[in-house]
């Protein structure tokens, strides 16, 4: 698995995804929260084997300070990515999804899963390529070294 974060300022995507209800959502509603964008899809099984990991970083900290966001890509119904959340006892991380594509393409994203940290400004200021272990020290130093 990646431990490496590749350090990269840049403005946050503009592309907007969608909450479970299908509500049209875009970074700036979660401004002033750290965030780590995961992009993944239910037939990617790095994104599987890295999940869990997620789901145990997000249980350490307050979403109000460090939101994790799994932005599914799947084209298919909503349901199978939510059963998917069931089937892993993910119950930490919030489920986003982004069916058309629009964030991959714009944040070139070169492969599954690929994630970003968005700090509470709505900048990139870092991402990475390939699964990782979330929860581990390297991360969390990391998460802690960019909350206001």
Known sequence: ?????????????GSKF??????????SDFAGKLLLINLWATWCE???EEMPSLDRLQKQYNKED???????IDRGPKKNSA??????K????????????????????????FSLFISQEGKQIAKL???AEWDSIYFKDFVNSNLN
Do not use: T, W
């Open 1 to 13: 698995m990646a431990n490496n974060l590749i350090i990269e300022e840049k403005p946050g995507f």
């Open 46 to 48: 790095p994104c599987k």
């Open 66 to 72: 460090f939101h994790i966001l799994a932005i599914s």
């Open 90 to 113: 993910i119950s930490n991380i919030d489920l986003f999804f982004d069916d058309k594509n629009n964030i991959p393409r714009e944040v070139r994203a070169a492969g599954l899963p």
């Open 18 to 27: 969608q909450d479970i209800n299908s509500k049209d959502l875009k970074l």
């Open 129 to 131: 390529i390939g699964p």
């Open 83 to 88: 059963n998917f959340f069931v089937d892993y």
